[in-house]
């Protein structure tokens, strides 16, 4: 808040104003009405800034002022013309316009406090008849004392400069629990009440504190004793009816229209989220729909519509629902930032910090209310820092192949979260106290919710169209995958039907051989070998066959109980070279429940193996022992001419060693 100077006495540059002007050879700010002064020439467009865009008294908040504006148009810029089927083309340059209509707005009301000084009472129990005896500071602006249990003399001196219309004290921020004012114009008494604890109101009601004086024929000083729970934030001003009441309008409609930008936020969402069932977005709408109770209380609309009769004051729902949208906040960041791969250990940090909201319910209990707020407010402070240095540290996935979505960049992260941390850090730095205060800081809360809103809105969207985009590129790959089995299927089956009719076509000539062989005066030798050839040939499409069936699924195997050792001994009698083989059974008397077919297609494989690709005078061992109500067989043989099979591809199949090729296969 600015004051300037003239030639009799000092004015306040009012709160609600809303441009600043650079002029031409000028260095000092002037006082701005509703048109532009003709001192000088106009050097270049205005800078309209959210809210108050104030002098270069107050560079920081210029600073985060013109940063968030900036923001605000960038996102508008970046909205998609077209998002779920809705065309955003004329809305974006309407939320453009009405951005620009409602912060070039310009009041020219004058303020008729002509200065102000405080004294603190640490005790809290100072008489209004001792203040003449107190030495009382100055102060200009915004005075803040962070969260003090003292209680506050505010001295204002009222110049009515010959006016007799009765002026309106507007007090902010409106949060305040209890303000007291002496005024010796009003009588005997001199006392009127207002606060967010105060029954009574005055009979000019608003969103914010106000307190109705007699003009007064001379100048005078009036006094106000402040008492709050919360942080210590005071400013005030002196107006006329008429001035009040159309800087109110405009403030409502300010507020009324961020609030309003805020609850389109939650239905769009809450829209999203049931197309999705995302539990990130269902985290957003409870966030903002808190934010949005929040707000409503520290703007005055809850204490301006609480019933007078109830004994529960306004402030309560508000410190409730302040307490809850910080731990619902710090779960969405959480929820929110883990899905981009940050530092593990910032990211357990903050998965914790939700867990203050019980201490600040016990507090609250306790009537410890100051301390509650300081601890949600610490973490008001430390939260912004924590996210941003987890946008910082995120590492998305950038590749589909990884098997995981797309994700958001890190830069794109790093410069919503850094704004985050600008806009909330000019609110909460001030409101603890750490740094001085100005009038952006009233209205810091909402335009961050807004812009925080905002931004994690367009996030959340660009979140949604970057899945739906993978979803769709995953389910065309599945299709493909799909066709591609079908294919694969099909020559499955097509190979499947020719090795059929292929085995049915060759049993028919192999028996005619066999036949042929037994008619004929051939020599038993040959007979005999070529009987033998004619049965592996047999055998060797009847596993084959099998082996296809398994492979397809379409073998179901029949599970039934024998006895190992009884077809162990029966498939080494069956063995061309039986006399070789060895067996041995231990402790192994538990029937084996299992398709026995399918069991002496395995032992006969492996032993048949074992005989063919071993030295032609060596052992084949088979030991055979009961493991757990199991059964263990091992089939042991020493290598022959084939050597060593290669170990990466023993279980290959089909696979044979190259000094194995002459040798007939199982």
Same mark, same amino acid.
């Given at each position: ?13 009012p ?6 002007i ?23 467009c ?8 104030r002098y270069?008294e107050e ?6 002022s013109?940063v ?23 809305? +974006? ?12 707005v ?13 004294l ?13 005896q107190k030495?009382?500071k ?8 962070g ?15 010959g ?15 209890e ?19 105060v ?20 100048s ?9 729970k ?32 805020i ?5 769009? +969402? ?9 539990q ?26 609480w019933p ?14 302040m ?8 779960w969405?960041?959480?929820?929110f930032? +883990?899905?981009f ?5 910032l990211?357990?940090?903050l998965?914790w ?62 410069t ?5 941390l ?5 609110t909460t730095?001030p ?9 952006m800081v009233f209205?810091?809360p909402?335009?961050?919710s ?6 994690i ?7 949604i ?23 694969e ?14 085995t049915?076509e060759?049993r ?5 051989i066999r036949m042929?062989?037994?008619a ?21 499409l ?12 379409k ?12 077809e ?13 083989v060895?067996l ?7 029937p084996?429940k ?7 297609m395995?032992?006969a ?15 084949v ?7 757990d109500?199991?059964w263990s ?10 050597g ?23």
């Amino acid at each position: 808040m600015h004051r300037g100077h003239s030639s009799s006495q000092q004015f306040r540059q009012p709160v609600s104003s809303t441009m600043m002007i650079a002029w031409d050879g000028l260095e000092a700010p002037h006082r701005k009405t509703s048109s532009f002064p003709n001192q000088g020439r106009l050097g270049f467009c205005p800078i309209m800034c959210p809210f108050s865009l104030r002098y270069v008294e107050e560079p920081c908040e210029c600073l985060s002022s013109l940063v968030f504006f900036s923001f605000g148009f960038w996102i508008t810029l970046k909205m998609p013309y077209r998002v779920e089927g809705v065309n955003w083309r004329v809305i +974006r340059k309407g939320f453009s316009i009405l951005m620009l209509l409602l912060w070039a707005v310009a009041s020219d009301a004058k303020d008729y406090i002509g200065h102000m000084s405080f004294l603190e009472d640490v005790s809290g129990q100072l008489a209004f008849e001792n203040l003449p005896q107190k030495d009382f500071k100055d102060f200009s602006g915004v005075l803040s004392k962070g969260y003090s249990p003292s209680t506050f003399w505010i001295r204002l001196h009222i110049d009515p400069e010959g006016t007799t219309d009765p002026l309106v004290l507007r007090i902010s921020p409106n949060y305040l629990d209890e303000i007291v004012l002496y005024d010796p114009e009003l009588g005997s008494m001199g006392r009127a009440a207002t606060g967010d604890e105060v029954k009574t109101r005055d009979h000019y009601e608003s969103l914010n504190l106000s307190l109705t004086i007699p003009a007064g024929g001379t100048s005078r000083d009036v006094w106000l004793r402040v008492r709050t729970k919360s942080s210590f934030l005071f400013s005030a001003e002196a107006l006329h009816l008429e001035d009040i009441t159309r800087d109110d309008q405009v403030q409502h409609l300010k507020s009324a229209f961020y609030l309003s930008l805020i609850g389109l936020f939650i239905i769009w +969402r809450a829209f999203n989220w049931w197309g999705t069932r995302d539990q990130v977005i269902v985290l957003f709408v409870l966030k903002q729909t808190l934010g949005l109770v929040y707000l409503a209380g520290i703007l005055g609309y809850v204490r301006y519509f609480w019933p007078i009769s109830w004994s529960l004051s306004p402030g309560f729902l508000v410190d409730m629902s302040m307490g809850l949208y910080g731990a619902a906040a710090f779960w969405f960041e959480y929820r929110f930032l +883990r899905e981009f791969r940050p530092n593990q250990y910032l990211l357990s940090a903050l998965r914790w910090m939700p867990a203050f909201l019980p201490i600040y319910f016990v507090l609250t209990a306790l009537g410890w209310i100051q301390w509650a707020f300081m601890l949600c407010m610490i973490l008001f402070v430390v939260g912004p820092i924590l996210t941003f240095c987890l946008a910082w540290t995120t590492n998305p996935v950038t590749k589909a192949s990884e098997g995981q979505l797309i994700q958001l960049p890190r830069k794109l992260l790093v410069t919503v979260y850094g704004v985050i941390l600008l806009g909330l850090s000019s609110t909460t730095l001030p409101v603890m106290g750490w740094v001085l205060a100005g009038s952006m800081v009233f209205d810091g809360p909402l335009i961050y919710s807004l812009m925080n809103g905002l931004a994690i809105l367009i996030l959340l969207q660009l979140r949604i169209n970057m899945s739906e985009r993978q979803r769709l590129a995953l389910e065309i790959q599945h299709r493909e995958v799909k066709k591609q089995v079908e294919i694969e299927r099909s020559g499955r089956e097509e190979q499947s039907r020719f090795l059929a009719m292929l085995t049915h076509e060759l049993r028919t000539p192999m028996t005619a051989i066999r036949m042929s062989l037994g008619a004929s005066d051939c020599d038993p030798a040959i007979y005999s070998e070529a009987d033998e050839s004619i049965a592996e040939m047999a055998a060797i499409l009847d596993r084959y066959l099998t082996a296809d069936q398994l492979d397809q699924g379409k073998l179901t195997p029949r599970s039934g109980e024998f006895w190992g050792g009884v077809e162990l001994r029966s498939l080494i009698t069956r063995c061309t070279d039986s006399s070789r083989v060895e067996l041995e059974i231990i402790d192994a008397d538990v029937p084996i429940k299992k398709d026995v077919v399918l069991f002496r297609m395995v032992m006969a494989n492996l032993i048949d193996n074992a005989l063919k690709y071993s030295e032609s005078s060596s052992k084949v061992s088979i030991k055979a022992e009961q493991v757990d109500s199991l059964w263990s067989i091992r089939v042991e043989n020493v290598p022959g001419k084939a050597g060593w099979p290669d170990p990466e591809q023993l279980f290959q199949k089909y696979y044979r060693s190259p000094r194995a090729q002459r040798i007939s296969g199982t």
